[in-house]
């Protein structure tokens, strides 16, 4: 069911960040994610960053372990791929804001170039602790969106999480729809901002992986398995459930908290 | 249409299709998904005395249609923390089966005591994991331990203890027969067998366990041998697992000797509207072969004159 | 194109693609026929010390491609008439290897003895047919009793023994240890898995034997995991069968640790095109992941650091 | 890979042969065989007597004790069907002298028909043990072939073997092919006068038969396995194999005197 691909392109894109490209023939839409397998070391589900045509990629910030092993990974690397498995951002509304924190700009960019294809005007609030950390800032610029940034460090853009620039975003401009990826906590904040402004809004969301077959449970959130019926969500199916943005589960299954 | 509701190990069915522990079975909200999808009745996850992350990724192996080879590590939020996710199951008003796993006898009764205080309805033994040192079919594969610990654990609860049976044993029904000695209310079988992927281009196997267990179709024949001879050797009542995708795969368990049976990998092929379309299946099938009741088809093969 | 000669238990094969015991092996034009088709060696039908019709059919279910279910019950001309058909066999230049059943060690030994005078290159001993009351893994799933054969047999002749194994046991890997103390110069596995099938129309069993064995692709993940743990356990080389379908299957038999692999089923469900095509399939495939020759991929995997 | 067929037509077609219809969809050619599963009793080979649309039949001699029984098989009864499998009579020629001994008919009716339907003249050759032995001798009268009938008994048509009318058929008509089906012995002769003659000829012979997939061997025949590349051979073929006419292999796989 994995397919081994030789990784042909390695791009540093922050200093904890680095996209890795390969040939990988299966069709991709926007918000599906692949499992990557890196040999003698782990399998983690991994957003395609490129869904367009044969040469895919995956983004990859260093969280822990095996997310910082693969930024040493280099071109003629093999990995194990399968998938791409969930659901994926609907690239039809005309007017999206898109919000992204931390690797959650890898998640969102290919929806943004495919909106932005479909004719759609695209707005980005791209926060990252500090300037060097803000990821896709050139991408999302080239393909043509409206980029505002944010750093915790205030090294570029508004000083503060990102949510700071949403709220006057929401309220100057008219938006179809809302996409977000980041933390948990940031994404239940844009949410309430775009029920309160009455946008339809739509997250993508991270939990533990094992199968990506919807049968093993480790991706439980609520009723959903977030392999299948996820990554992406409606924010308004989201914040009905009492752990959206106050936790999730371990690899033990035990809930912890975000 | 015909009557499905069974009664099995005491407990009383609203069907005979029990969602499999390992799927969808480490969240309550699951439970309760499988529960309303229309599963007769659900067991839990396998749980240990603590918490256990279970193996690094990769732990699947999926093969097309006809099979699955999965080495988890049984992974699980450990007996005290689980009983939350078995409440908000039982608040749905599910039909819950606790699943334990142990290393020895004392342990699974510890374990089962605990289970037994959440409110389940029955307990599941675990005998048969094929890729847990320690655990699973390492201990269950021995008639002697598999009695013993058998007889502990109805000693220690009041609930129908049903032991599940590895295949990858010289003597399946003896070991049910061990279990049946040893005071269990039903034995279930199959769990998953031993087997092993290879990827050729990485030169090392799939998973990171390396060895992991097969399950879905194609061992489909082989769990029907085991209840087969396990039919032929005790009384108590059998739950077929193994490869069920359809109606006539869960008549063929029951002809065999089944009372009631386990669906796990064709939730991962087709979702959990397996339960429901199975189900639908089961019944017409009964009904145009003339079966009052899924009960009635319970051992007919074993009947037939040669 | 990779070097696919190889050398097992002693004996030099042009290629490591057997023959497996039991498919078009009970006549000598259809050895010959095997043989020219690409074979790298076949093994003849299990011959025993008198003919025996085999089970009344039904013998045999097939699923799709995936797997087939048969209880054949060993037919076979016995082993007085069954020389005339190897003749014919190494008549034409055929590698031939006769597989023999028995019911004790002192038979397993005259026939050896009696096959030995053919003219084969070895013998197997079918120590593992699930299906055949008094012979197969009914002795063969006891590694005394597997050693005892194995010592009878060649301490009876002159040429390198090999030991089948069977899956239908707590341990494989201990039954080939045991195959080891014996003196065997190798090993084979696996035979197929006991297995059933009940047709829910007629309510009975398909196979008139009732139990048979499982083939095909269904049981290669199973195979695997034998061949891997045999590997861990024994320095005598290995045979890899069961499911195998393609070159790709070959060498994860190879990598898990085999030397020579046997195809069976796929011979039903292709022709015996088949052992042409898997061979220009594994050269291919040895080419380009770098191996010289097909024996320097046994074993491979397992060298994988983790 | 078994259908459970009911039987919804029987009829005794002569005192020691029965034909069973029974509903079954495969499309099938004329010479081609299924397994029929007797639950209880043996699966046999029978070839299709009835070939066309989805009411397939076939007709069966009493030999031993499976044959037998079908005997007494009534409709409603079930069986178990898999196949078609094997080759066919390739209905093309345009002048076919057909030759029938004993239950050989039931293989070469279906044949027969088909040809006829597609503008062929058919002679047909049809022996028995005695008159009332003679099967399909209406059916082949019938569908407009030419029959010539042979009994060992000379209670109808010429007395002896069906080879007595053969060998003047061929001198007095010109045929584009013979196919035979009958006892080896038989079918040997037939084919050596048709090479006598240089009239291309087939002949669908028996052995055991157990998978029927090509693997068990019980139905070798040289070279070949009657129940991949057979039933019906070349006669050409069939006359270079020693064992043509003068033994097969029991069900141990031991040779026997035909
Ligand atoms: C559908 C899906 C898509 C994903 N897409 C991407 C992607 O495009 N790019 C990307 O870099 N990652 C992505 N992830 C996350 C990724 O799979 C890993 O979880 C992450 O790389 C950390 O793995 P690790 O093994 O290195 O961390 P671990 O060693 O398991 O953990 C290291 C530390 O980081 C924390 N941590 C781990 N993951 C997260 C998290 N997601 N959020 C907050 N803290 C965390 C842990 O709690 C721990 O403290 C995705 C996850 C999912 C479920
Ligand atoms: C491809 C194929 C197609 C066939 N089609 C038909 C068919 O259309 N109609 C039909 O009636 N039969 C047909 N047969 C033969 C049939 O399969 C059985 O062999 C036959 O019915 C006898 O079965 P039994 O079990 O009753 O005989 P058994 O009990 O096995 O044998 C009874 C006696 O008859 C003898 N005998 C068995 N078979 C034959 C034979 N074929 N020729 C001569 N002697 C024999 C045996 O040697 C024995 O003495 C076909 C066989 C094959 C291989
Ligand atoms: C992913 C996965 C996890 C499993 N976990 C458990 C477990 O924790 N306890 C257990 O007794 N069986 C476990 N099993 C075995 C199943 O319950 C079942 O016995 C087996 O899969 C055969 O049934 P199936 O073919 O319907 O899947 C697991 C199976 C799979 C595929
Ligand atoms: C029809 C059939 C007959 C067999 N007969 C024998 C036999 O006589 N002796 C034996 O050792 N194995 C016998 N086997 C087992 C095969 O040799 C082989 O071990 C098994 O089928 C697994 O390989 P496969 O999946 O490639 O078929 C038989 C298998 C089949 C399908
Ligand atoms: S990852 Fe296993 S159910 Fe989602
Ligand atoms: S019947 Fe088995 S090979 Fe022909």
Partial sequence: MRTIVTVQERVAETPSTVTLRFPYAPAAAPGQFVMVWIPGDDELPMSLSYTEGASKGITVKAMGGTSRNVQRIETGTRLGIR??????FDPSPKRILIVAGGSGAAVLAPGAERAIAGGAKVTVALGATTEAELLFRERFATMGAAVEVTTDDGSAGARGYVTVVVEPLLATHAFDAVWSCGPEIMMRKVALLARARGVASYGSVERQMKCALGMCDACALGPFHVCVEGPVFSTEKLLELPEFGAFKRDPAGRRVRL | MAELSVRCAGIALRNPLLLASGIWGESGESLVGAW????????????????RPGYPNPTIESYDRWGMLNAMGLPNPGIEEYPQEIAIALGAGATVIGSVFGGDAAEFANLAAAMAKTGVCA??????????????????????QVEEIVRAVTRAVPLPVIAKITPNATDPAGLAAAAERGGAAAVSAINTLRALAIDVELRRPVLSHRLGGLSGPAIKPIGLACVWQIRERVRIPIIGVGGIASGRDVLEYLMAGASAVEIGTQVAFEGIGAFGRIGRELSELLESLGFARASDATGAAHSATS
């Fill in chain 2, 123 to 144: 307990i599941e033994l675990n005998l048969s994991c094929p890729h847990a040192q320690g655990y699973g079919s390492e201990i269950g594969s021995d008639p002697t």
């Fill in chain 1, 83 to 88: 998938g791409p498995y969930g659901n994926q």
């Fill in chain 2, 36 to 51: 309303k999808a229309g599963a007769g009745g659900v067991i839990t996850k396998s749980i240990g005395s603590f918490p």
